[in-house]
């Protein structure tokens, strides 16, 4: 109970004391399961086949096979990278709305869903889908709340936005496919009816949804909190957009155990771990490895100017199933930073680097002050 109260207060320092107070190269968790401590097994074990062997967990039952996923994989990171120039094109406007402060990380979700709105589910669906996505995304489905009340809110709108997209999933199948319009129909795609019923597709286009919402909408909040903090002068940036990108996934990356529950005996540093064992990578502590990273407890977007300081870097994964939209999701990242600072000045106030566990790493809330300045005459900062 100890070690639980401790990672909720602050999940990172929890690891980080874990690790410090072991040595050895795959530790014990106290909640259960094991971490790779080593950054050099850790690597061997997320490239290793034998890790890998069967399906994705993260689909689950919903989506077993392994070739399955890979498709639903390209199909979606072929949608997003289409509606890359429609994202681009909502930024501005969706920017504009924000009021001199706005409270993050929420405010950070509610933008990211405005410019992903029409690849989620087309301007001309029929029905109230696409408002109830709408709430889903402004309520807490896509993110998980911190408190019960919240989630228990947002279980109700999530049972209403499942039943919606099944009522739609059903009406598009008795239709001609075509080019995929958005993510619903890449996910009819990829799941004949003979094989999934329309109720599944819904569940794993709400899957998706939340798959590309909460890691996009945390990473952009902790950039914007990490970068604000690290320069408080009224004056832009010095950092290339793309640096505190990377800079931000870095040092605060969103995931927070990369891990899965064996299929099958592994032997990793000399220990062989059975079936059914949960063997997983904290990404957090591979970016604070101070072998591979010169001083990695500070935020430094600079290091990222050449190649000299780069350790292990997996903020999306690495191996077979690493991410499948991690270059979509950078250049989204990348984007929307590039709009939020783009002929303004940034400053937060109530800031904690702490993060707060959610499915992942999100940072505490915020207020972001934007002030717009006048338009200089040559603008590089997206680098």
């Known amino acids: 109970m100890g070690y639980r109260t401790r990672l909720r207060r602050d999940p990172l320092a929890c690891i980080e004391e874990l690790s410090r107070d072991s040595t050895a190269e795959v530790m014990r968790l106290p909640w259960g399961g094991w971490c790779v401590r080593d950054s050099g097994l850790a690597q061997t074990l997320l490239r290793d ?3 890998h062997t069967g399906g994705s967990v993260f689909f689950g039952e919903l989506l077993p096979a392994r070739g399955a996923q890979v498709e639903l994989g390209r199909a ?24 001199p402060g706005s409270r993050w990380p929420d405010a950070g979700t509610r933008l990211v869903y405005r410019c992903l709105a029409d690849v989620l589910l087309h301007p001309g669906t029929p029905g109230g889908s696409r408002e109830l996505m709408r709430q889903a995304a402004h309520g807490g489905v896509a993110v998980r709340p911190p408190h019960v009340w919240q989630r228990a809110r947002a279980e109700l709108v999530r049972a209403r936005l499942v039943t919606a997209v099944a009522e739609e999933a059903h009406r598009r199948r008795r239709q001609t496919a075509g ?34 919402m909460a890691p996009v909408s945390a990473a952009l909040a902790w950039a ?23 800079e931000a996934l870095r040092h605060r990356p969103v995931p927070w155990m990369l891990g899965r529950t064996l299929p099958r005996a592994v032997e990793l540093g000399g220990t062989v771990f059975p079936p059914g064992e949960l063997l997983s990578v904290c990404p957090y502590l591979l970016h604070h490895d ?94």
């Open 49 to 51: 086949p034998e890790y």
């Open 76 to 99: 979606v990171r072929g949608l997003l990278r289409a509606g890359l120039p429609r994202y681009r094109a909502a930024l501005p406007e969706a920017v504009a709305t924000l009021p």
């Open 179 to 212: 080019e995929p319009r958005d993510m619903l129909d890449a996910v009819l795609a990829v799941c004949p009816e003979a094989e999934m019923s329309d109720r599944k597709v819904a569940d794993l286009h709400l899957m998706m949804f939340r798959a590309i």
């Open 224 to 246: 914007v909190l990490l970068a604000c903090l690290h320069h408080t002068r009224p004056a832009p940036w010095p950092w290339p957009i793309d640096h505190v990108v990377r």
């Open 290 to 383: 101070e072998r591979h990273w010169d001083s990695p407890d500070t935020f430094r977007p600079e290091r990222w100017a050449g190649d000299s300081e780069h350790g292990p870097y997996v903020p999306f994964g690495m191996g077979p199933f690493s991410c499948a939209g991690a270059a979509v999701a950078h250049t989204l990242l990348t984007e929307s930073l590039a709009a939020l600072t783009d002929h303004a000045y940034l400053a937060v106030t109530g800031g904690d680097t702490r993060a707060a566990m959610s499915e992942g790493n999100v940072p505490r809330p915020f207020i972001l002050h934007r002030t717009p300045d006048h338009p200089p005459a040559h603008d590089t900062r997206r680098g």
